[in-house]
Nanobody, 124 residues
C-alpha cells in the first residue's frame, strides 16, 4: 500500500556530492523505518543506510560512514540520502525501501516496499 519514488540521481565526478530523495505515498510514512540500498552491475544488492521511524537513529554500512548521511522529513513523507566524497565504486542503482519492522534491519528481506531506483554514476 506504500509507493516509493526516488529522485536526484545522475552523473557526478569523483569527489562530488549528490542528494537523493525518496517520497512515499499511500501510507503513514512515520510508521516505517526507511532504508537505502544499491546495486551495481554484477553485484548483489547491498545495504547503504537506514533510519528509524522518528529519525532519531541512523545506521550505515561501514563503507558509507563519514561520507553518506540519511535523514527524513516525516512532514514531507520524504527520506534523503546525502552522498559526499563520491567514488567510482559508488556507481549503482540506488533504491529506497520501507520497513514496518520494529527493529531497523539492514537486510533486504525485511523491507516491505521498494522504489524503482535511481541511477547514480560517478566518473573518474
Amino acid at each position: 500500500q506504500v509507493q516509493l519514488v526516488e529522485s536526484g540521481g545522475g552523473l557526478v565526478q569523483a569527489g562530488g556530492s549528490l542528494r537523493l530523495s525518496c517520497t512515499a505515498s499511500g501510507g503513514t510514512f512515520s510508521r516505517y523505518a526507511m532504508g537505502w540500498f544499491r546495486q551495481a552491475p554484477g553485484k548483489e544488492r547491498e545495504f547503504v543506510a537506514a533510519i528509524s521511524r522518528s529519525g532519531s537513529n541512523t545506521y550505515y554500512a561501514n563503507s558509507m560512514k563519514g561520507r553518506f548521511t540519511i535523514s527524513r522529513d516525516n512532514a514531507k513523507n520524504t527520506v534523503y540520502l546525502q552522498m559526499n566524497s563520491l567514488k567510482p565504486e559508488d556507481t549503482a542503482l540506488y533504491y529506497c525501501a520501507a520497513s514496518a519492522a520494529f527493529i531497523v534491519t539492514t537486510t533486504t528481506a525485511r523491507y516491505d516496499y521498494w522504489g524503482p531506483g535511481t541511477q547514480v554514476t560517478v566518473s573518474s
